[in-house]
Structure formats: C-alpha cells, structure tokens
C-alpha cells in the first residue's frame, strides 16, 4: 500500500503562485508515474500535469502548459506542482495519484485552490 497527502492548497488573487505537495509513504518506488488531476465544482476530473519514474519526463494539460510546472525529489518521496500565473478557472481540488503498471494506482485526498480577488 502507498498512502499520499497533498498539501500546498489555499486561496490565492489572480496572477499569484501557490505550490502543491504530494507525499508518499508505505510502499513507495521511483518508478511510480506521479500525476496531477483537479476536479472544479460540477466539472469532470481534468488532467493537469505528470512526471514519468525513472526518467521524469513530464506531459501537461493544455490549459497550464506554460504555468506549472511538474517535478519530484525522490529522496523525499514528494511530488511538487509549482502554478504560477494562476486564473480564477484554476479553481477546483487538486489530487495526485501515483501509478504504476505493476503496482496498481493510488490517491491521495485532494487539497482545495480557490483563485479570487
């Protein structure tokens, strides 16, 4: 089992910067796949960004491609996405999930931004 906790969360104005956490514990590895989703009010899950194991190649959403960035510190199990320029319709709940073709998939609790002036 892999437990994750986000964290990084809160409200923010418009054109301002927040940065998100993911912690695993349990039964960790590089070589999970570490991605971001967000879901707003009424909205569908979306996909935001994600950074590969091993070789930490990252992929982004079109609607933040250019504002945030994906990266990992390995040696302290975290995942980090920076949001720079942030936007009102960034508003939802940001959760991570960390997955793997042999190790299954797991998610964290989510951690609210909220982006209003």
């Known amino acids: 089992q892999v437990q994750l906790v986000e964290s990084g969360g809160g409200v923010v104005q418009p054109g301002g910067s927040l940065r998100l956490s993911c912690t695993a514990s349990?039964?960790?590895?590089?070589?999970?796949?570490m991605i971001w989703y967000r879901q707003a009010p009424g909205k569908d899950y979306e996909f935001v960004a994600q950074?590969?194991?091993?070789?930490?190649?990252?992929d982004y959403g079109d609607s933040v491609k250019g504002r945030f960035t994906i990266s990992r510190d390995s040696s302290k199990m975290t995942a980090y996405l920076q949001m720079n320029s942030l936007k009102p319709e960034d508003t939802a709940v940001y959760y991570c999930?960390?997955?793997?073709?042999?190790?299954?998939?797991?998610w964290g609790q989510g951690t609210q931004v909220a982006v209003s002036s």
């Open positions: 349990g039964r960790t590895s590089p070589s999970y796949t």
């Open positions: 950074i590969s194991g091993q070789r930490n190649t990252t």
């Open positions: 999930k960390a997955t793997s073709p042999l190790r299954g998939d797991y």
